[in-house]
Protein backbone atom coordinates (compact mmCIF):
# COMPACT_ATOMS: atom_id res chain seq x y z
CA UNK A 1 0.00 0.00 0.00
CA UNK A 2 1.11 3.58 -0.78
CA UNK A 3 2.31 5.38 2.12
CA UNK A 4 0.84 8.65 2.62
CA UNK A 5 2.57 12.10 4.22
CA UNK A 6 0.72 15.08 5.05
CA UNK A 7 1.58 17.90 7.10
CA UNK A 8 0.07 17.69 10.78
CA UNK A 9 -1.32 21.28 10.87
CA UNK A 10 -2.15 24.21 9.41
CA UNK A 11 -3.80 27.60 10.35
CA UNK A 12 -6.10 29.76 7.80
CA UNK A 13 -8.16 32.85 8.22
CA UNK A 14 -11.82 32.59 6.72
CA UNK A 15 -12.36 33.41 3.35
CA UNK A 16 -9.20 32.20 2.54
CA UNK A 17 -8.36 29.16 0.11
CA UNK A 18 -6.01 26.64 1.35
CA UNK A 19 -4.61 24.04 -0.07
CA UNK A 20 -3.17 20.97 1.61
CA UNK A 21 -0.52 18.86 -0.05
CA UNK A 22 0.10 14.79 0.16
CA UNK A 23 3.07 13.07 -0.49
CA UNK A 24 2.65 9.44 -2.13
CA UNK A 25 6.08 8.54 -3.62
CA UNK A 26 5.39 5.27 -4.14
CA UNK A 27 1.63 5.54 -5.96
CA UNK A 28 0.65 2.29 -8.03
CA UNK A 29 -1.00 2.23 -11.78
CA UNK A 30 -4.58 1.53 -10.28
CA UNK A 31 -4.26 3.80 -7.21
CA UNK A 32 -6.61 6.40 -6.53
CA UNK A 33 -6.27 9.38 -4.59
CA UNK A 34 -9.44 10.10 -1.85
CA UNK A 35 -9.68 12.90 0.73
CA UNK A 36 -11.54 12.72 3.79
CA UNK A 37 -13.20 15.10 6.17
CA UNK A 38 -13.64 14.35 10.15
CA UNK A 39 -15.26 16.61 12.64
CA UNK A 40 -14.75 16.34 15.94
CA UNK A 41 -16.89 13.55 17.82
CA UNK A 42 -18.15 12.11 14.41
CA UNK A 43 -16.95 9.84 11.83
CA UNK A 44 -14.56 10.62 8.93
CA UNK A 45 -16.97 11.66 5.46
CA UNK A 46 -15.61 10.91 2.18
CA UNK A 47 -14.74 14.92 0.08
CA UNK A 48 -13.08 13.49 -3.22
CA UNK A 49 -11.55 11.00 -5.09
CA UNK A 50 -9.54 11.73 -8.38
CA UNK A 51 -6.78 9.13 -10.38
CA UNK A 52 -5.09 12.20 -12.20
CA UNK A 53 -5.19 15.98 -13.75
CA UNK A 54 -7.91 17.53 -12.03
CA UNK A 55 -11.84 17.04 -10.03
CA UNK A 56 -13.48 19.25 -8.49
CA UNK A 57 -16.97 19.05 -6.94
CA UNK A 58 -19.29 20.91 -4.85
CA UNK A 59 -16.90 21.43 -1.85
CA UNK A 60 -13.29 20.84 -2.86
CA UNK A 61 -10.73 20.45 -6.29
CA UNK A 62 -7.70 17.95 -5.81
CA UNK A 63 -5.08 18.33 -8.36
CA UNK A 64 -2.94 15.72 -9.34
CA UNK A 65 0.31 15.82 -11.44
CA UNK A 66 1.49 14.33 -14.03
CA UNK A 67 3.83 12.02 -11.99
CA UNK A 68 0.58 11.55 -9.46
CA UNK A 69 3.53 11.47 -6.50
CA UNK A 70 1.50 13.99 -4.88
CA UNK A 71 -1.88 15.41 -4.37
CA UNK A 72 -3.23 18.71 -3.77
CA UNK A 73 -7.17 19.60 -1.97
CA UNK A 74 -7.88 23.13 -2.35
CA UNK A 75 -10.94 24.25 -0.38
CA UNK A 76 -12.04 27.39 -1.84
CA UNK A 77 -12.65 30.67 0.68
CA UNK A 78 -12.84 28.10 3.81
CA UNK A 79 -15.48 29.19 6.75
CA UNK A 80 -15.25 28.37 10.25
CA UNK A 81 -17.26 25.09 9.67
CA UNK A 82 -14.40 23.87 7.23
CA UNK A 83 -12.41 23.16 10.90
CA UNK A 84 -11.47 19.67 10.86
CA UNK A 85 -9.03 16.79 10.20
CA UNK A 86 -8.22 16.23 6.62
CA UNK A 87 -6.90 12.37 5.69
CA UNK A 88 -5.33 11.44 2.40
CA UNK A 89 -5.65 7.90 0.99
CA UNK A 90 -4.37 6.08 -1.39
CA UNK A 91 -5.53 2.95 -3.37
CA UNK A 92 -6.91 1.00 -5.85
CA UNK A 93 -10.69 0.70 -6.13
CA UNK A 94 -12.50 -2.78 -6.45
CA UNK A 95 -9.20 -4.33 -6.22
CA UNK A 96 -8.35 -6.87 -3.60
CA UNK A 97 -9.50 -6.94 0.01
CA UNK A 98 -6.78 -5.06 1.69
CA UNK A 99 -8.35 -1.62 2.92
CA UNK A 100 -6.88 1.83 2.65
CA UNK A 101 -4.66 2.94 5.87
CA UNK A 102 -5.54 6.16 7.26
CA UNK A 103 -2.80 8.19 8.67
CA UNK A 104 -2.55 10.47 10.99
CA UNK A 105 -4.14 13.46 8.61
CA UNK A 106 -3.82 17.29 8.57
CA UNK A 107 -5.51 19.29 11.50
CA UNK A 108 -7.00 22.43 9.66
CA UNK A 109 -7.82 25.64 11.97
CA UNK A 110 -9.53 28.29 10.23
CA UNK A 111 -9.57 31.52 12.24
CA UNK A 112 -12.30 34.23 12.15
CA UNK B 1 -28.25 7.96 2.37
CA UNK B 2 -25.93 4.77 3.25
CA UNK B 3 -26.62 4.46 6.99
CA UNK B 4 -24.56 2.90 9.60
CA UNK B 5 -25.42 3.11 13.17
CA UNK B 6 -23.46 1.82 16.15
CA UNK B 7 -25.42 0.40 18.97
CA UNK B 8 -24.10 3.31 21.45
CA UNK B 9 -22.69 6.65 21.57
CA UNK B 10 -20.86 6.64 25.38
CA UNK B 11 -20.07 3.14 27.27
CA UNK B 12 -18.58 2.87 30.14
CA UNK B 13 -16.96 -0.37 31.31
CA UNK B 14 -15.18 -1.95 34.21
CA UNK B 15 -12.05 -3.17 33.55
CA UNK B 16 -12.00 -6.77 32.99
CA UNK B 17 -15.58 -7.25 31.40
CA UNK B 18 -16.78 -8.44 28.11
CA UNK B 19 -17.92 -5.94 26.18
CA UNK B 20 -19.82 -5.78 22.65
CA UNK B 21 -20.04 -2.80 19.86
CA UNK B 22 -22.77 -3.10 17.48
CA UNK B 23 -22.22 -1.70 13.78
CA UNK B 24 -25.71 -1.84 11.36
CA UNK B 25 -25.14 -0.90 8.13
CA UNK B 26 -28.42 -0.75 5.80
CA UNK B 27 -26.34 -0.48 2.36
CA UNK B 28 -26.38 -3.97 1.33
CA UNK B 29 -21.94 -3.28 1.86
CA UNK B 30 -19.73 -6.49 1.12
CA UNK B 31 -16.85 -4.91 3.36
CA UNK B 32 -17.24 -4.09 7.20
CA UNK B 33 -14.10 -2.21 9.28
CA UNK B 34 -13.68 -1.46 13.23
CA UNK B 35 -11.39 1.40 13.97
CA UNK B 36 -10.05 3.03 17.20
CA UNK B 37 -9.08 6.46 17.25
CA UNK B 38 -6.88 8.11 20.05
CA UNK B 39 -5.83 11.89 19.99
CA UNK B 40 -2.69 12.40 18.47
CA UNK B 41 -2.60 8.82 16.47
CA UNK B 42 -5.22 8.94 13.74
CA UNK B 43 -7.35 6.10 12.59
CA UNK B 44 -6.04 2.52 13.54
CA UNK B 45 -7.81 -0.22 11.77
CA UNK B 46 -8.70 -3.16 14.12
CA UNK B 47 -10.76 -5.61 12.14
CA UNK B 48 -12.16 -5.86 8.55
CA UNK B 49 -14.75 -8.59 7.03
CA UNK B 50 -15.31 -8.43 3.02
CA UNK B 51 -17.87 -11.21 3.68
CA UNK B 52 -20.20 -13.03 5.63
CA UNK B 53 -18.30 -15.35 8.73
CA UNK B 54 -14.81 -13.80 7.02
CA UNK B 55 -12.50 -11.57 8.87
CA UNK B 56 -9.08 -10.04 9.07
CA UNK B 57 -6.48 -8.84 11.33
CA UNK B 58 -5.89 -4.84 11.18
CA UNK B 59 -2.76 -3.40 12.49
CA UNK B 60 -4.18 -3.35 16.15
CA UNK B 61 -6.50 -6.76 16.59
CA UNK B 62 -4.86 -7.48 19.75
CA UNK B 63 -7.30 -8.16 22.58
CA UNK B 64 -10.50 -7.93 20.35
CA UNK B 65 -12.53 -10.15 18.43
CA UNK B 66 -15.09 -9.58 16.11
CA UNK B 67 -18.38 -11.69 14.47
CA UNK B 68 -19.95 -10.70 11.37
CA UNK B 69 -22.70 -13.74 11.03
CA UNK B 70 -25.13 -11.64 8.95
CA UNK B 71 -23.68 -9.64 5.88
CA UNK B 72 -25.40 -5.94 7.74
CA UNK B 73 -23.91 -6.57 11.10
CA UNK B 74 -20.82 -6.26 12.29
CA UNK B 75 -19.76 -6.83 15.64
CA UNK B 76 -16.50 -5.89 18.17
CA UNK B 77 -16.17 -7.97 21.18
CA UNK B 78 -13.54 -6.91 23.82
CA UNK B 79 -13.42 -10.13 25.76
CA UNK B 80 -11.74 -8.89 28.77
CA UNK B 81 -12.01 -4.84 28.46
CA UNK B 82 -8.76 -3.02 29.64
CA UNK B 83 -8.30 0.85 30.83
CA UNK B 84 -6.15 0.83 27.74
CA UNK B 85 -8.99 0.18 25.47
CA UNK B 86 -10.61 3.15 26.23
CA UNK B 87 -10.77 5.35 22.78
CA UNK B 88 -13.43 6.11 20.38
CA UNK B 89 -14.62 3.22 18.29
CA UNK B 90 -15.67 3.82 14.23
CA UNK B 91 -17.47 1.45 12.36
CA UNK B 92 -17.05 1.92 8.44
CA UNK B 93 -18.61 0.03 5.82
CA UNK B 94 -18.16 0.07 1.73
CA UNK B 95 -19.27 -1.88 -1.02
CA UNK B 96 -16.08 -3.70 -2.68
CA UNK B 97 -12.74 -3.17 -2.98
CA UNK B 98 -9.62 -0.84 -1.08
CA UNK B 99 -10.47 2.65 -2.40
CA UNK B 100 -14.18 2.70 -2.84
CA UNK B 101 -15.96 4.66 -0.38
CA UNK B 102 -15.97 4.21 3.32
CA UNK B 103 -19.17 5.15 5.33
CA UNK B 104 -18.17 5.52 8.60
CA UNK B 105 -21.12 5.49 11.82
CA UNK B 106 -21.25 8.05 14.13
CA UNK B 107 -18.57 6.30 16.72
CA UNK B 108 -19.06 5.28 20.22
CA UNK B 109 -16.77 6.71 23.16
CA UNK B 110 -15.87 3.73 25.50
CA UNK B 111 -14.69 4.36 29.08
CA UNK B 112 -12.88 1.31 30.88
CA UNK B 113 -12.32 2.38 34.39
Known amino acids: LAKTTQPISMDSYEGQEVNITCSHN???????ITWYQQFPSQGPRFIIQGYKTKVTNEVASLFIPADRKSSTLSLPRVSLSDTAVYYCLVGAINSGNTPLVFGKGTRLSVIA | DVKVTQSSRYLVKRTGEKVFLECVQD?????MFWYRQDPGLGLRLIYFSYDVKMKEKGDIPEGYSVSREKKERFSLILESASTNQTSMYLCASSPLGQGDEQYFGPGTRLTVT
Open chain 2, 27 to 31: MDHEN
Open chain 1, 26 to 32: NIATNDY
